[in-house]
């Protein structure tokens, strides 16, 4: 009984690594939302177009890249799963991305992202 347990954990534990999350927030022009996906484990577990956009260069226009983040999480996995918006997953999201970046340059940037609504 107990091989089997490890090996069913082993292998929900390998597939957890592939599991990936992406939060939209509402605006008036579009439904916020949070899916679950399968994807390869190039993008952060927590995902969000903010977090994608703070490391583009300034002169940039963001709201291309916040377009581009939104139809590369689209696109690159496989839906398992769409929930409400999850404000907490939003939040995690934007915290990760911010561990290691300039603290003046990141608040900047997300300032011309809430502009748009993001």
């Known amino acids: 009984m107990r091989p089997a347990l490890l090996v069913l954990g082993l292998i929900l534990g390998f597939c957890a690594l592939f599991l990936r999350s992406y939060t939209l927030p ?3 022009d579009r439904q916020g939302g949070t899916t679950l996906s399968l994807d390869w484990p190039t993008r952060p577990v927590l995902g969000s177009p903010r977090a994608d956009c703070l490391g583009t260069p300034e002169a940039e226009p963001v709201i291309a890249c916040l377009i581009a983040s939104v139809n590369r999480a689209r696109s690159g ?5 769409s929930l409400r918006f999850c404000a907490p997953c939003h939040d995690w999201s934007q915290r990760i991305a911010l561990l290691g970046r300039d603290e003046a340059a990141a608040q900047a940037r997300l300032a011309q992202i809430a502009r748009f609504g993001w």
């Open 77 to 81: 996995g496989i839906p398992l799963l």
């Open 26 to 28: 509402p605006a008036p």
